[in-house]
């Protein structure tokens, strides 16, 4: 749904889950990683309903709201994106 330069996901995790070798077909530069979060802040570049979508996929907090992003305005928007190890 959003075609970013220097971004390809081709599989989702459930997939990659069961074959591991799958992950390194999805990449991302650091400057497409910014175009995307750049395209969900823009409310003209998504529907709400893709921005929400995107939003539940980056997650939601695994320290129930105690660490940085308890910190932040209520309705802020925080990322939390899980690394991996090679």
Not at 58 to 82: E, F, M, N, Q, T
């Amino acid at each position: 749904f959003l075609r970013i330069p220097g971004m390809k996901l081709e599989h989702n995790e459930r997939r990659i889950a069961g074959k591991p070798g799958l992950a390194g077909r999805n990449y991302t530069t650091p400057v497409a990683a910014i175009h995307l979060l750049h395209a969900l802040m823009n409310p003209r570049r998504l529907k709400p309903e893709t921005r929400q979508r995107l939003a539940g996929m980056l997650g939601a907090p695994s320290d129930g709201g105690r660490g940085i992003s308890g910190l932040l305005p209520p309705g802020a928007l925080v990322a939390h994106v899980r690394g991996g190890t090679e």
